[in-house]
Antibody
Framework: EVQLVESGGGLVQPGGSLRLSCAAS????????MSWVRQAPGKGLEWVAN????????YYVDSVKGRFTISRDNAKNSLYLQMNSLRAEDTAVYYC??????????????WGQGTLVTVSS | AIRMTQSPSSLSASTGDRVTITCRAS??????LAWYQQKPGKAPKLLIY???TLQSGVPSRFSGSGSGTDFTLTISCLQSEDFATYYC?????????FGQGTRLEIK
């Protein structure tokens, strides 16, 4: 059974940093693109970042470029999102998702339960 | 960025009804479109990819169609468990983008 379990969310002050983790199991992690998708409270879904199987390609939504970094450790079956210079508008539930890529663009067939990040003073 | 616009934003229907949700892309995306269902407090669930391919395990009352800029999700005979919010997503180009969602409510 495919499982994605996020952790690392919490309350952080504006300008602060947070590192999210996603532990994957039940599939060959190194064979899939992986992604982060977020959802602000009461709002819709927003794709944040994608990373290729070997980490050689990474893509970000413009609003997080230069502040967030996606990475993975295939030996540990883990996905990460380093978030720096956090803003109030980054407040959201962050989902880890497995990507099925077509031409390096992906849709998402499995999702974690999400971890809440709240940016507030 | 490609803008995805869903209509309607909300919809009231009864069990047994047939409902259709529309998703329009601001430019052509071929068939690089997925549909998701999300229930309150839960993660989204993939329903359809490549515009019309049903994800394994998804009931056949769900169907998708379209290509280019106009797409539809149809639920042929609403069940109680189908009342949720539905999102379309394009994966034709970066940034990947979602529609704003369609909330399907019980009439």
């Amino acid at each position: 059974e495919v499982q994605l379990v996020e952790s690392g969310g919490g309350l952080v002050q504006p300008g602060g940093s947070l590192r999210l983790s996603c532990a994957a199991s039940g599939f060959t992690f190194s064979s899939y693109w992986m992604s982060w998708v977020r959802q602000a409270p009461g709002k819709g879904l927003e794709w944040v970042a994608n990373i290729k199987q070997d980490g050689s390609e990474k893509y970000y939504v413009d609003s997080v470029k230069g502040r967030f970094t996606i990475s993975r450790d295939n030996a540990k079956n883990s996905l990460y999102l380093q978030m720096n210079s956090l803003r109030a508008e980054d407040t959201a539930v962050y989902y880890c998702a497995r990507g099925i890529a077509a031409r390096s663009r992906a849709y998402f067939d499995y999702w974690g339960q999400g971890t809440l990040v709240t940016v507030s003073s | 960025a490609i803008r995805m616009t869903q209509s309607p934003s909300s919809l009231s229907a009864s069990t047994g009804d047939r409902v259709t949700i529309t998703c329009r892309a601001s430019q052509g995306i071929s068939s690089y479109l997925a549909w998701y269902q999300q229930k309150p407090g839960k993660a989204p669930k993939l329903l359809i990819y490549a515009a019309s391919t049903l994800q394994s395990g998804v009931p056949s009352r769900f169907s998708g169609s379209g290509s280019g800029t106009d797409f539809t999700l149809t639920i042929s005979c609403l069940q109680s468990e189908d009342f949720a919010t539905y999102y379309c997503q394009q994966y034709y180009s970066y940034p990947l983008t979602f529609g704003q969602g369609t909330r399907l409510e019980i009439k």
